[in-house]
């Protein structure tokens, strides 16, 4: 049977200020796949996350997203099944279900409706004691958790996540991979994971791409990528070796 794409990129490129920060003549990312873009600060991830989740649009190319051409061209309840978790992720001013709910109210999800769903994420993700209290004054690491928990409620199609666990404690960083981990399990979820931390990339990942310079340098499956890799670039960062 052959893979489905979910994304498929062709000669994407996007430039800020004259200054080109992302160049990708082509790179297709599988459905229900989970895909680790790794790379020094600068490099480009955050912007191709940004592209594929339609917050920016390139300014040559095209990014399709499964069999339509234009990812810009979607209806929104299409787009709607992308979902962001950001580094730093922006929550309302009330309490942790309210924000987990969100994403279901906006979607037209009654309040008896989408309660059991909140309430299985938040116990899932060890915040059922702060179902009440203000998200904003929680915990870095709370707030992630009120972050994916937001993201996964309405059971998107693709998840996208910018360096979700950056400067997380130990414990929180294993509530949020064993949560991802079980999403993955409980069915097809396109994951896209942004992040610094080559140990989480070989954890989670089944593929993995270093981008440099805003140019996909290589893409492979994660033990390849990290046991033989076909560019000597590879081989350096993996082992923790500056790169340009």
């Given at each position: 049977m052959p893979t489905e794409i979910e994304f498929a990129l062709e000669d994407v490129r996007r430039v800020y200020a004259g200054r080109t920060v992302l160049d990708i003549p082509a790179l297709e990312i599988r459905r229900g796949e989970l895909l680790a873009l790794v790379g020094p600060s600068g490099s480009g991830k955050s912007t191709l996350l940004r592209l594929l989740n339609g917050l920016e649009k390139p300014d040559t190319g095209r990014i399709g997203f499964r069999q339509q051409p234009d990812l810009?061209?979607?209806?929104?309840?299409?787009?709607?099944?992308?979902?962001?978790?950001?580094?730093h992720p922006r929550l309302l001013d009330r309490s942790v279900e309210e924000n987990v709910a969100l994403g279901l109210r906006i979607r037209g999800v009654g309040r008896a409706t989408a309660r059991p769903r909140v309430r299985e994420l938040l116990d899932e993700l060890g915040l059922a004691a702060h179902a009440r209290a203000p998200a904003p004054r929680l915990s870095a690491g709370e707030r992630q958790r009120v972050a994916l928990a937001r993201s996964l409620a309405f059971d998107p199609a693709v998840l996208l996540l910018d360096e979700p666990t950056a400067n997380l404690d130990p414990h929180n960083v294993s509530l949020l991979e064993e949560r991802i981990r079980r999403e993955r399990a409980r069915r097809p979820l396109t994951v896209v994971l942004v992040t610094h931390n080559v140990f989480q990339a070989r954890r989670l990942a089944d593929r993995c791409a270093l981008l440099l310079g805003g140019k996909l340098v290589e893409v492979g499956e994660t033990q390849r990528f990290f046991e033989t890799p076909l560019d000597a670039r590879v081989t350096a960062f993996v082992r923790g070796e500056m790169v340009w």
């Open positions: 810009g061209a979607l209806p929104l309840a299409t787009r709607r099944q992308i979902t962001t978790v950001f580094q």
